[in-house]
């Protein structure tokens, strides 16, 4: 199997100058670069870059897809609406991690495996690319969810406590299902997980309450909102500020920390519980639906000999007309016929007529071995 990777990072909150663009050509002269993306693929070679140090200078969010197993994703958010403190319970040492840069915190999410199958990356991103938004809201779906990648890889010790289980995990959106898709998360794992989670609660957003967020703040402190808006970056401020007045008025409700935390062998003995209770229950219905076809299937097949009856002498003299053809589809429906007569003679009770009938025709083809070989094969002794 040929080597494939594919890059993608993508810039959200400003777009790159043309500095920054001639600074990544001189990384890659194949890659796709715009002043909001740089994505390539490699069948050879490899990435020349340094993916973490790019989020920290260029980019919002990063993928990378490698065919021998490798799913990495990266999101980059502004401190000002979250902070590596607020985060910290969720993240590892390897696979979820985290840290800062003076003005933004960088996620990563990884999942590896060694039995991968052939994907290729250019979908995957765009479907993805909404956590960055419920992060900004105090979100904590997606952290949980790397958090339980690890645990699922075995990467963490079975003794382990779960960190907080934040709200919404019984019913993921599409960009978290991608997310738990892209970890490689079992379904039977995320309902377990959600087990311990509280329904996830939004309220909506409109004029009437970014008015009231606004009626809240101080002259003061809308004059240095707007300033800020004015003098800085003002695209960049604007996303940063329409991110914290969503998080305050639609926020997120806070993980909850009712019940005991669950250990990494509580949940991943609880999944293989259900696992195998989902198994035996598809077992089950399959079988009751191989059963329900055979009965339909059965009863189809009594009513259509029902209606051969009375009709045997003229279903064998067209058995024997076919045979006198002397080709391969006309043997074949003869036998065909012949286990019709067959199934009906058993159905009625007669099954001692139709052997003698059967080796008379036998007989008097004998000299056709290839009409005698497929009644073998289909006509089973009486």
């Not at 800062?100 to 960088?106: G, I």
């Not at 377990?192 to 329904?199: G, I, K, Q, W």
């Not at 004015?230 to 008025?249: F, Q």
């Amino acid at each position: 199997m040929s080597e494939y990777q594919y890059y993608e990072f993508q810039a959200i909150d400003r777009p790159l100058t043309r500095e920054e663009m001639a600074e990544l050509r001189r990384v890659s002269t194949r890659a796709e670069i715009t002043s909001t993306r740089f994505w390539n693929e490699y069948n050879w070679g490899d990435f020349k870059g340094d993916p973490n140090r790019w989020m920290e200078l260029y980019f919002d969010a990063f993928l990378h897809l490698a065919n021998w197993g490798t799913h990495w994703f990266m999101l980059r958010l502004p401190r000002s609406l979250m902070d590596l403190s607020d985060v910290s319970e969720y993240l590892l040492e390897d696979g979820m991690e985290g840290w800062k840069t003076r003005e933004h915190l960088v996620l990563s999410f990884r999942s590896e495996t060694e039995e991968p199958d052939w994907e290729e990356g250019g979908s995957w991103l765009s479907s993805l690319i909404g956590i960055r938004a419920s992060l900004m809201r105090g979100d904590r779906r997606s952290l949980y969810l790397g958090w339980l990648a690890e645990a699922w890889a075995g990467n963490l010790d079975e003794e382990s406590t779960e960190p907080a289980v934040p709200p919404g995990l019984a019913r993921l959106d599409a960009p978290h299902q991608a997310l738990a898709d892209f970890l490689r998360l079992p379904e039977d794992l995320i309902a377990v997980a959600a087990e311990s989670s509280a329904p996830l609660r939004l309220a909506g957003l409109g004029s009437a309450e970014v008015g009231r967020w606004l009626a809240e703040r101080s002259g003061a402190e809308k004059d240095a909102l707007l300033a800020k808006l004015l003098l800085d970056d003002g695209s960049r401020e604007l996303v940063v500020l329409r991110r914290r007045i969503e998080s305050e008025l639609n926020p997120v409700t806070d993980p909850s920390d009712s019940g005991e935390r669950r250990t990494v062998a509580d949940l991943i003995d609880r999944t293989n519980a259900m696992l195998e209770e989902r198994v035996a229950r598809e077992a089950a219905e399959r079988a009751a639906e191989k059963s329900r076809q055979a009965a339909e299937a059965a009863e189809r097949r009594s009513r259509y000999l029902a209606l051969l009856r009375g009709r045997e002498d003229e279903i064998w003299a067209k058995v024997e007309g076919l045979a006198a053809l002397r080709h391969a589809s006309a043997y074949e429906e003869a036998a065909s016929l012949l286990v019709d007569l067959r199934d009906l003679a058993r159905m009625d009770g007669t099954t001692g007529p139709y052997s003698e009938r059967l080796s008379r025709f036998r007989e008097q083809n004998s000299r056709k071995p290839a009409l005698i070989r497929r009644i073998d094969k289909v006509v089973l002794p009486v």
